[in-house]
């Protein structure tokens, strides 16, 4: 069974500053998805990473995936209140109609 | 592009009753689908894997016979909770996989069901 260690799992911090989300395992991932999560709505993927040591920036946020695939990380810079909420990673297998494997998600407070 | 609907948003029914959930995938032809159940402030864990024409299947500690799922087309999946209990109270969300050329099983979700059991 793959696991997927996320953490924080709760995190609390005022507007501007920087904050990191790491996603760790002991299984390697054929590609690593990080979702968002607003209450009461469904998951909105922001990105996919596939190869190890990739680097993709999407405006403030930057994802990284480790080298040997089994770990990747989401920073958050200047971090603004509308970046409030529950932010998920997610493990896919070989297969590609394996359902993912999620983390336990971080639930991220921007405080103005 | 890429969008999936769930129906209906939410749901209250009395104990003993069967509920049907569907998901659509609106704008593409979905081969395979997945069922996950979120629980209050946990994270989605993967209930069961839904493909078109063939039986689904189930995760460890799911059990088929209580949470059946048909796949009868591309486009449309159906989870039915049967006999339904309080504990069965959750967040029920489906996704659904878009393949194209360079894409790498990414899941679409769709917006989720809220099942009240009373």
């Known amino acids: 069974t793959q696991l997927l260690e996320q953490s924080p799992q709760f995190l609390s911090i005022q507007e501007g500053e920087n904050l990191t989300v790491y996603c760790n395992s002991s299984?390697?991932?054929?590609?690593l998805q990080w979702y968002r999560q607003e209450p009461g709505e469904g998951p909105v993927l922001l990105v996919t990473?596939?190869?190890?040591?990739e680097v993709k920036k999407l405006k403030r946020l930057t994802f990284q995936f480790g080298d040997a695939r089994k770990d990747s990380s989401l920073h958050i810079t200047a971090a603004q209140p509308g970046d409030t909420g529950l932010y998920l990673c997610?493990?896919?297998?070989?297969?590609?109609?394996?359902?993912?494997?999620f983390g336990k998600g971080t639930h991220l407070i921007i405080q103005p | 592009g890429a969008v999936v609907s769930q129906h209906p948003s939410w749901v209250i029914c009395k104990s003993g009753t069967s509920v049907k959930i569907e998901c659509r995938s609106l704008?593409?032809?979905?081969?395979?689908m997945f069922w996950y159940r979120q629980f209050p402030k946990q994270s989605l864990m993967l209930m069961a894997t839904?493909?078109?024409?063939?039986?689904?299947?189930?995760e460890q500690g799911v059990e088929k016979d209580k949470f059946l799922i048909n796949h009868a087309s591309l486009t449309l999946s159906t989870l039915t909770v049967t006999s339904a209990h309080p504990e069965d109270s959750s967040f029920y969300i489906c996704?659904?996989?878009?393949?194209?050329?360079?894409?790498?099983?990414?899941?679409?979700f769709g917006p989720g069901t809220r099942l009240t059991v009373l």
């Open positions: 997610a493990g896919a297998g070989g297969g590609g109609a394996d359902g993912l494997t």
């Open positions: 299984s390697v991932f054929s590609s």
């Open positions: 704008d593409f032809q979905a081969t395979t």
């Open positions: 839904s493909n078109e024409g063939s039986k689904a299947t189930y």
């Open positions: 990473v596939v190869t190890g040591g």
């Open positions: 996704s659904a996989n878009s393949y194209w050329a360079g894409s790498y099983n990414e899941q679409f």
